[in-house]
């Protein structure tokens, strides 16, 4: 079953807003990944943090890997349309052979 | 840029028919798997190869699901006999090696009737 829940499960902002998601666990992780899925396509690698505290950038996305392990968040500066999409963290647990992907959030922005 | 492929995109299949996907991983990357996604859900792992060999399977339905990647490059995954609840989207993904960063492929969305 699930292992990551995200929060929120759907987002509806305005062009030009900052946006904040996370992304939690009851387990440690090694490695967390933020993946971007359009309708129809594959998800597509947005960051990967590999250490507890780490903070990364991609542009106007920063993603942050926990201090526990158990948990990250995502966040994405001043939106534009084609952030629209469902957001999935996702990684493999620290105890084995076993990777999960999040229960997603969707974000919607309107212009 | 290199990108993994997948086909077909879509196939429409009745129940009971045998259905096969194929993958061809980045070059040189070690490791692929096969996820499957269920609308409105995240991708689920179904099977991870380390070169031709099987790494996990534990998610694989075996009475009906068959992946192989004889010579450790592309992969098939096979569905026999397919059955109406097995309609989803079945990604491709690979990385260089454990569990570093995967890259997915377009995905083959599948209809089962």
């Known amino acids: 079953g699930q292992q990551l829940n995200q929060s929120p499960q759907s987002m509806f902002i305005q062009e030009g807003e900052d946006v904040s998601m996370n992304c939690t666990s009851s387990?440690?992780?090694?490695?967390w990944l933020w993946y971007k899925q359009d309708p129809g396509e594959g998800p597509v690698l947005l960051i990967a943090?590999?250490?507890?505290?780490e903070l990364t950038s991609n542009g106007r996305l920063t993603a942050q890997f926990g201090i526990t392990r158990k948990d990250s968040f995502l966040n994405i500066s001043a939106s534009i349309p084609s952030d629209v999409g469902i957001y999935f963290c996702?990684?493999?647990?620290?105890?084995?052979?076993?990777?999960?992907f999040g229960t997603g959030t969707s974000l919607t922005v309107i212009p | 840029e290199a990108e993994v492929a997948q086909s077909p995109r879509y196939k429409i299949t009745e129940k009971s028919q045998a259905v096969a996907f194929w993958c061809d991983p980045i070059?040189?990357?070690?490791?692929l798997y096969w996820y499957r996604q269920i609308l409105g859900q995240g991708p689920e792992l179904l099977v991870q190869?380390?070169?031709?060999?099987?790494?996990?399977d534990s998610q694989l339905p075996k009475d009906r699901f068959s992946a192989e990647r004889l010579k450790g490059v592309d992969s098939t995954l096979k569905i026999q006999p397919a059955e109406l609840g097995d309609s989803a989207m079945y990604l491709c993904?690979?990385?260089?090696?454990?569990?570093?960063?995967?890259?997915f492929g377009p995905g083959t969305r599948l209809t089962v009737t």
């Open positions: 996702a990684g493999p647990l620290r105890t084995g052979n076993q990777f999960y």
């Open positions: 190869f380390q070169d031709e060999s099987v790494v996990d």
């Open positions: 943090l590999y250490k507890a505290g």
């Open positions: 387990s440690i992780f090694n490695t």
């Open positions: 993904a690979s990385s260089l090696g454990g569990w570093s960063e995967q890259y």
């Open positions: 070059s040189g990357h070690a490791t």
